[in-house]
């Protein structure tokens, strides 16, 4: 089944390239089924990369997904196409004021790590979607530096500064093999990771409420889990596609950022190699997963979530 989407969002072309099945609204309408609404709350930098990079996963399914952009309001973007957001996106201000139900809510990355989360400019107006959701969203997935953030807002998690970048494809654990997530997984796993800070293991362990899903001792904390799968944290980046890290590499080498060449990234470690993709089944395998869990346990009428 298909993911319903605008026909002229700039991501529909690429992904119907790629077969991956969208449908636009009209068609969507004839069909007598409820979709899952998810939104998507994108912070990331490459706003259309980033759209291309989700809807590819949540479009590998047989449920059909209408999706939702949401942006921060407070928040005057430097990196959209002009007039993008203005089309395509709503502002979390207005969805939480029209108490807007979805099945599932993506809150992404950003670029922000560094900074204190009250010092974030749209600190405000993302706690207030990460709070609206808890009563308002079935499911919540985190990434990255939006994991960081929800774990801080909801259960005061602070994240911890690195030595250095954790920068490149890493194994990954699976701790509860059996876990609704992690249905087909291998023990371990690759993932893709880029961030210079970590949430302190220590305590989410101590807190009861939160469950460390899957980890490593080389790159930390990579998923945790609380109420039953209702939110979920993911530290890294199951959806970047196979030239993403490339691109931050020499993006960072062209500023003059002190940058290490992505681990297990190229081959040989040698940059003018490509990169071979080794994470991409799991990704496909983790948004389908999430998509299933969502279908399965979510009510039919979203006025009765609770």
Same mark, same amino acid.
């Given at each position: 089944?298909?993911?319903?989407?605008?026909?002229? +969002?700039?991501?529909?072309?690429?992904?119907?390239?790629?077969?991956?099945?969208?449908?636009?609204? /009209?068609?969507?309408?004839?069909?007598?089924?409820?979709?899952?609404?998810?939104?998507?709350?994108?912070?990331?930098?490459?706003?259309?990369?980033?759209?291309?990079?989700? +809807?590819?996963?949540?479009?590998?399914?047989?449920?059909?997904?209408?999706?939702?952009?949401?942006?921060?309001?407070?928040?005057?973007?430097?990196?959209?196409?002009?007039?993008?957001?203005?089309?395509?996106?709503?502002?979390?201000?207005?969805?939480?004021?029209?108490?807007?139900?979805?099945?599932?809510?993506?809150?992404?990355?950003?670029?922000?790590?560094?900074?204190?989360?009250?010092?974030?400019?749209?600190?405000?107006?993302?706690?207030?979607? #990460? /709070?609206?959701?808890?009563?308002?969203?079935?499911?919540?997935?985190?990434?990255?530096?939006?994991?960081?953030?929800? +774990?801080?807002?909801?259960?005061?998690?602070?994240?911890?500064?690195?030595?250095?970048?954790?920068?490149? #494809?890493?194994?990954?654990?699976?701790?509860?093999?059996?876990?609704?997530?992690?249905?087909?997984?291998?023990?371990?796993?690759?993932?893709?990771?880029?961030?210079?800070?970590?949430?302190?293991?220590?305590?989410?362990?101590?807190?009861?409420?939160?469950?460390?899903?899957?980890?490593?001792? &080389?790159?930390?904390?990579?998923?945790?889990?609380?109420? &039953?799968?209702?939110? #979920?944290?993911?530290?890294?980046?199951?959806?970047? /596609?196979? +030239?993403?890290?490339?691109?931050?590499?020499?993006?960072?080498?062209?500023?003059?950022?002190?940058?290490?060449?992505?681990?297990?990234?190229?081959?040989?470690?040698?940059?003018?190699?490509?990169?071979?993709?080794?994470?991409?089944?799991?990704?496909?395998?983790?948004?389908?997963?999430?998509?299933?869990?969502?279908?399965?346990?979510?009510?039919? /009428?979203?006025?009765?979530?609770?």
């Amino acid at each position: 089944m298909p993911i319903k989407i605008p026909s002229d +969002l700039p991501a529909c072309n690429a992904l119907r390239e790629e077969r991956v099945f969208v449908i636009t609204g /009209d068609r969507a309408e004839h069909q007598d089924i409820r979709p899952l609404r998810v939104a998507i709350v994108n912070l990331m930098p490459t706003t259309v990369d980033t759209e291309i990079q989700l +809807l590819r996963l949540l479009g590998n399914s047989p449920l059909q997904v209408d999706i939702s952009f949401l942006h921060m309001g407070s928040h005057e973007s430097k990196n959209a196409p002009p007039g993008h957001l203005e089309k395509f996106y709503t502002s979390t201000s207005e969805i939480v004021s029209l108490k807007a139900r979805f099945d599932g809510l993506i809150i992404t990355g950003a670029p922000v790590e560094t900074l204190p989360f009250e010092e974030v400019d749209y600190w405000n107006e993302l706690a207030e979607i #990460i /709070d609206y959701s808890g009563k308002n969203v079935f499911s919540t997935l985190h990434i990255c530096w939006g994991a960081q953030a929800g +774990l801080y807002r909801r259960y005061k998690i602070p994240k911890q500064p690195l030595v250095e970048k954790l920068f490149g #494809i890493f194994p990954h654990a699976v701790n509860e093999q059996y876990a609704v997530l992690f249905r087909g997984f291998d023990d371990e796993f690759l993932a893709p990771q880029s961030r210079h800070t970590a949430i302190d293991r220590a305590a989410v362990a101590a807190d009861s409420r939160l469950v460390i899903q899957s980890e490593t001792e &080389e790159s930390g904390v990579f998923i945790v889990t609380a109420r &039953e799968g209702r939110e #979920i944290y993911v530290t890294g980046h199951l959806e970047y /596609d196979p +030239l993403t890290i490339d691109r931050e590499y020499r993006r960072d080498l062209a500023k003059g950022l002190p940058i290490e060449v992505p681990r297990n990234y190229y081959p040989d470690n040698d940059p003018s190699k490509a990169p071979v993709v080794r994470w991409r089944a799991h990704a496909h395998l983790f948004f389908n997963n999430w998509l299933n869990y969502v279908y399965q346990e979510t009510p039919f /009428d979203l006025d009765k979530l609770e």
